[in-house]
């Protein structure tokens, strides 16, 4: 065996070595960004009438899957939406809610959507028939992705694009 | 805290099998190119036993990617291809030592250890089926928290009872039974992993809340740290007795850092350093074998004549350099017990720092895995468990090759799935089985739940 080749066996090895410890922290680094989130199924809200156009004012900056308002689907007020700023919104039958909601089942300061700044966050406010998300009474903020159906009394509101 | 969890969007988590196969055959070509430079190294010709070797090295990987993927498909994908990788180093290692150590070594006495640690990873690899297969949900083993707790105990006791117990190199912590010694405290140390957490668990709010405050630190009452004190006194206890000092450091550091991950009190590392300075001050003025270890720790090169071992490994680790000498060029048969305690100091001359940089950055990514299954684990029994299992690695890690490069001093402790060694390398294959079987539990979708609408009008109430 020549010098010149034991010197690149030498690191030859040692290059295969890093490599592998490489791939494996890439294999980490895409564990964590990996999870696919499938497309939601929406709830048919089929027998309900069309809700009335909500005037389109998209936003064409913002980027893909971000929701853009928060919407009523279902109850008294469906088809009523408040576009989503920085700010937390609140829902409620109260005169300081975001959108006053006709709903004897909604207490007066209902519940809040709040963002920081990624994600957006249900939390209920001690209401009387509670917030849910599909059968669960919620008891701490949870956060809601777009579509996600939120029940009110009997109002459903969900955030959407 | 869990509500919405069940109606959050599904989150589907990736088995990423794919991926842990292309890993997996890269550490056996890790192995079996180890083994390749080995011979080239020494005796300028690729071994004989190659073709055993390789067979043996993709045996290994196949089984465990086969077991993983029949019994725990959501586990983490990186960990296996990681030991893996580790053991067939080790292997590499071992046989490169007994090239060079046959007529050698201990008078003349050697024996080649390759081959017996090529069984031994046999062995462990059914071990590592074995708790797979059998313990299909680790929560089970919480209701058998006190029986570990005793089975740790009557463990470390083994060595002790004349007969089966043998004294080797000063320390009484091997039991003979036929033709296989045995050290059961590398199986202790797991038992007593499951006794802290499964006992942690139940008591941690009594630990935590219940109890005086005295200096800042909140100390709980006497009759819920009972137990845990006693058990871990008499671990203590024994291995002072059969002068383990490696293992006492692992156990003390491991039982302090369970119950600061269970109270979440900071006091407790404060409270467990205080102990541990006071522990060793006495140590050293008690035991002249601690005031040894000390003295070679300080000043190695006072006395060559004794401690040859710690100055050829230092020797060792400075010829290898930043790339080392290469497979089979250094001279690691020079060490004493290079093949087990001082395998770090061989993969320092042979591999280098850079080589020796990726050993440790594999053990961290293992421990890394580790404390990421006890983050995501959803059961409070799961989470201390893996956090123990990690903690209790990166620990013998940092004492065994902070002892070698004198960071510590040098206490005798196994290099996990390195060293020579059948119990260290069995109990570590089936830590690493505990820790994927709670991480398939962790990462497995959550079970459906209905939708809401079947039950939309009876929830409502009017008030």
Redesign the interface.
Known sequence: ?SEL???L???G??A??????L???S??RS?IF?????S?PR??VAKQPKPPAAPKQRKGKAPRGVPTKLQVVSGPNSGQSVPLGTDPILLGRGTDAAIRLDD??VSTRHARFASNGEQWFVEDLGS???T?????????P????LG?QV?L??TIVELRK | MSSGLGSSPAWVPRKRRGAELVLLSMSVVIGIAAYCAVGLGVEGRIPAGVAKLSFSLAAVAVATHLVIRKVAPYADPVLIPLVVALNGLGLAMIYRIDLSCEDYCLGGNYEPLANAQLMWTAIGLIAFATVLIVIRDHRRLQAYTFTFGLAAIVLLLLPLIPGIGQDIRGAKIWIRLGPFSFQPGEAAKICLAIFFAGYLVVKRDALALAGRRIAGIDLPRGRDLGPILVGWGISILILVAQKDLGSSLLFFGLFVVMLYIATERPGWLVVGGVLFAAGSYFGYVAFGHVRNRFDVWLHPFSDPDNNGQIINGLFGLAHGGILGRGWGLGSPELTPFSFSDFIASAFGEELGLTGIMAILVIYGLIVERGLRIALTCRDAFGKLLAAGLAVSMALQVFVVIGGVTRLIPLTGLTTPFLAQGGSSIVMNWAIIALLLRISDQTRRPAPEVSSFESDEATQVVKL
């Open positions: 065996m080749t034991l010197t066996i030498k690191l090895f040692l295969v070595l890093w490599l592998f410890v791939s494996a922290v294999v980490i564990d990996g999870t696919k989130v499938p939601q709830a048919k004897d089942y009387t028939n509670g849910y998300l599909g059968s669960q009474r919620i008891t701490s949870v956060a809601v992705a996600t029940r009394g009997k």
